[in-house]
């Protein structure tokens, strides 16, 4: 039997971004509120005061859960 719901709230922390001139900077991402299972990947950006832009991508990945044993007559 599967336990667990088709979407989940996930926690994926803060990203923090620092510039030479302008010091910390805001951090952006394109995080969706919920996860599915599967593999999801989440883009964060941060741009100083000149208009540099960094990039970076994180892979958040979601499993389902099985409870109950399988053997050979469980189909998935």
Known sequence: MLTST??????IGTAT?????DGIVAVTNNAPATYPIGVT???YTSSDLAG???TERGVRTRFA???GGLDD???L
Do not use: E, L
């Not at 088709?6 to 926690?11: D, F, H, K, L, N």
């Not at 971004?17 to 001139?21: H, I, K």
């Open 52 to 54: 540099n832009a960094a």
């Open 73 to 75: 007559s469980t189909q």
């Open 6 to 11: 088709s979407q989940a709230t996930v926690s």
């Open 17 to 21: 971004a620092t510039d030479n001139v």
């Open 41 to 43: 990947t989440v883009t």
């Open 65 to 67: 859960h099985f409870s």
